[in-house]
């Protein structure tokens, strides 16, 4: 399984991506932030924001979209913007067919340290340690975002959102599976049709 876990922020959006490996194991693919320029007017930097996301959807094709659930802060701006940010992920999977999964920062936070308190310098160095990188990913964004990818792994059951995707059959979750590696399977040229013998 691929997994894009996205930490929502207008300034600064996490995004990560991980493939589950062997024995509960996971590796690396991707990590980095999106930014937008908080001189910018909302609608323009939520258009960058949503352009770079699809970039990353269309150049990693993950099997699940990863996002934090949005929860109440102190700072009513803040929050808006990380719950814009986040509609935009769950909108750019939805287009794709990908499902989304949500997690609360608590239960990343106790997946990936066994803590659900447990502060940000702490969950760097457990997403480190359980990726093998040679430094903690940074800025915490970053490490939020690959901590989110890896809770999924672990917990894929998470607030699956989707509906009826949740009820798919065998049959019907292999077909996907296939259409997903279709999808990743680098683009061929098109056969030439053969040439018609001149009369």
């Known amino acids: 399984m691929r997994v894009l876990g996205v930490d929502p922020g207008l300034t600064r959006c996490g995004v990560g991506v991980v493939d589950s490996l062997p024995g509960r194991r996971a590796q690396l693919v991707s990590v980095g932030v999106i930014r937008s320029d908080p001189a910018a007017s909302v609608d323009l930097r939520l258009l960058t924001v949503a352009r770079e996301l699809d970039e990353w959807l269309d150049a990693h094709v993950p099997d699940v979209v990863a996002v934090e659930r949005v929860f109440a802060q102190h700072n009513v701006g803040t929050v808006m913007g990380t719950a814009q940010v986040a509609g935009l992920a769950m909108v750019a999977a939805a287009r794709r067919g990908v499902p989304v ?37 940074r800025p915490a964004d970053a490490a939020d975002a690959l901590a989110l990818a890896i809770t999924h792994l672990w917990r894929p059951a998470g607030a699956l959102q989707g509906g009826e995707r949740n009820e798919l059959t065998p049959a019907q979750r292999a077909w996907a599976a296939a259409e997903q590696a279709a999808r990743r399977a680098p683009a061929r040229a098109p056969a030439r049709a053969p040439r018609r013998a001149s009369r």
């Open 101 to 137: 999964a949500l997690h609360t920062p608590s239960e990343v936070k106790a997946a990936v340290t066994g803590s659900g308190r447990a502060g940000k310098e702490q969950v760097q160095r457990m997403v480190q340690s359980l990726l093998g990188l040679a430094e903690p990913p």
